[in-house]
């Protein structure tokens, strides 16, 4: 069973929105609260770049491509990480996927997001 499982990905045209989910397995609520949880994405060809980070008490970071337009949350009981994208454009797309921010827990499988013009 994979530790990270990311979900609500689709094809959508541009000027659109999705909201992303990653639930999480494994993780005792000190453990999932502590860290500072991460969506990444990685458009094809491209590297992995980070889109967004969230940890407790503190505001959260979002890449300058992004800033205004996604909203990265967590829900504790769920052990999990949200990822709502407004106003999507074709540079948007790629796979989604969500880690700490130290990358240490073993990838998943993403979530792919396909934006149209």
């Known amino acids: 069973q994979r530790q990270l499982v990311e979900s609500g990905g689709g094809s959508v045209q541009a000027g659109g929105s999705l909201k992303l989910s990653c639930r999480t397995s494994r993780i005792i609520l000190s453990t999932f609260t502590g860290a500072v949880w991460a969506w990444y994405r990685q458009a094809p060809g491209q590297q992995r770049e980070l889109v967004a980070t969230?940890?407790?008490?503190?505001?959260?970071y979002y890449a300058d491509a992004v800033k205004g337009r996604f909203t990265i949350s967590t829900d504790n009981i769920k052990r999990s990480i949200y990822l709502q994208m407004n106003s999507l454009k074709p540079d948007d797309t790629a796979i989604y996927y969500c880690?700490?921010?130290?990358?240490?827990?073993?990838w998943g499988q993403g979530t792919q997001v396909t934006v149209s013009s």
């Open positions: 969230i940890t407790g008490g503190r505001p959260a």
């Open positions: 880690n700490r921010d130290d990358q240490e827990l073993p």
